[in-house]
């Protein structure tokens, strides 16, 4: 059985080559954790959150899950959100999806990929919600404009979680945002400004309807 050996003298190299810079990071790192940003991201390996937004460890909460969807029924999601809104005291929750996302083109498939179909019904409810906006485009056309749907409803699921809502009644600084990846330039896109109360949340759906 293969031990990873490779890894761990990549962890030892990256902590020596930090600590060479900078010798208090770890002392200064392991204190405390601060961050003013939830990402909730997909799972792509090719989508680090903290590099993407090129900032250090400590500074980004993260959870990632196929297609970063956002579902009233995942404890561990909510759990997230509950953390970051009222013990790290988050200012920003960033939902943020990629073009070319490997969930969402399985989501549009008729095919059986097994277990994670189930999971998939959410994306497939996002396309059937919007089928007039995904007819007649081309195949990568539709992957990424359903990308970007699904993103505006996630963001719409987290502002509607009972997490948010609260902290908003409560006065809190909390801003929803709906962002994009593109893995061919590496540059993020913003979808949809940011939400920052109920009645901004109301008005967005409202617009979000005549489209």
């Known amino acids: 059985m293969k031990t990873l050996k490779h890894l761990f003298e990549n962890n030892l190299d990256w902590a020596n080559k930090i600590k060479e810079t900078d010798p208090d990071f770890f002392s200064q790192l392991s204190k405390q954790q601060a961050p003013e940003y939830l990402w909730i991201g997909c799972s792509d390996s090719r989508v680090p959150a903290n590099e993407i937004v090129n900032l250090p460890p400590g500074e980004v909460f993260v959870h990632r899950n196929i297609a970063n969807v956002v579902v009233h ?11 970051a809104v009222e013990v790290l005291k988050v200012k920003h929750i ?29 994306v497939k409810d996002v396309s059937r919600f919007n089928a007039e906006k995904l007819e007649g485009l081309a195949h990568e056309e539709k992957v990424n404009r359903l990308c970007e749907l699904n993103i505006v409803e996630q963001v719409t699921n987290v502002c509607n979680t009972t997490i948010v809502q609260n902290a908003w009644k409560n006065g809190s600084e909390l801003s929803v945002h ?27 759906n409202r617009t979000n309807m005549t489209r």
């Open 73 to 83: 029924t995942d404890l561990n999601c909510l759990s997230v959100i509950q953390f």
């Open 178 to 204: 709906g962002w994009v990846y593109s893995i061919r330039n590496g540059i993020l896109k913003d979808l949809n400004g940011y939400i920052t109360s109920q009645e901004q949340l109301e008005e967005r």
């Open 94 to 122: 960033i939902v943020c999806g990629h073009y070319g996302c490997g969930g969402i083109e399985a989501a549009m498939e008729n095919t059986d990929h097994g277990l994670i179909d189930n999971w998939l019904r959410h």
